[in-house]
């Protein structure tokens, strides 16, 4: 059973940082590409984060220069490092998992809430 599983979320100042941690049950991890999306209240999920097996990184344009992930892979864990978070980061993050080149395979987390707040 493939699990994905989010932690690190939580309520945070504007300026403040996280780390959310994904944990995959998924074989080969390594060949993965893996990615962290997020999804406001009233809004689509979208894209914030990716990267290949080869760790080729992209972005959205919102969170360049703030937000940086990274994965490990002897520890099936993907990361997004957040600093400098502001109001219109707070959305529902989500830990995706896609096996290419068809991405056939495309696993989801269940999410972790961040809330971006004074």
């Known amino acids: 059973q493939v699990q994905l599983v989010e932690s690190g979320g939580g309520l945070v100042q504007p300026g403040g940082s996280l780390r959310l941690s994904c944990a995959a049950s998924?074989?080969?991890?390594?060949?993965?590409?893996m990615g962290w999306y997020r999804q406001a209240p009233g809004k689509q999920r979208e894209l914030v984060a990716t990267?290949?097996?080869?760790?080729?990184?992209n972005y959205a344009d919102s969170v360049k220069g703030r937000f940086t992930i990274s994965r490990d892979n002897a520890k099936n864990t993907v990361y997004l490092q957040m600093n400098n978070l502001k109001p219109e980061d707070t959305a529902v993050y989500y830990c995706?998992?896609?096996?290419?080149?068809?991405?056939?395979?495309?696993?989801w987390g269940q999410g972790t809430q961040v809330t971006v707040s004074s």
């Open positions: 995706n998992a896609a096996r290419p080149p068809s991405n056939f395979y495309n696993y």
């Open positions: 998924i074989s080969p991890f390594s060949i993965y590409r």
């Open positions: 990267i290949t097996s080869s760790e080729s990184t």
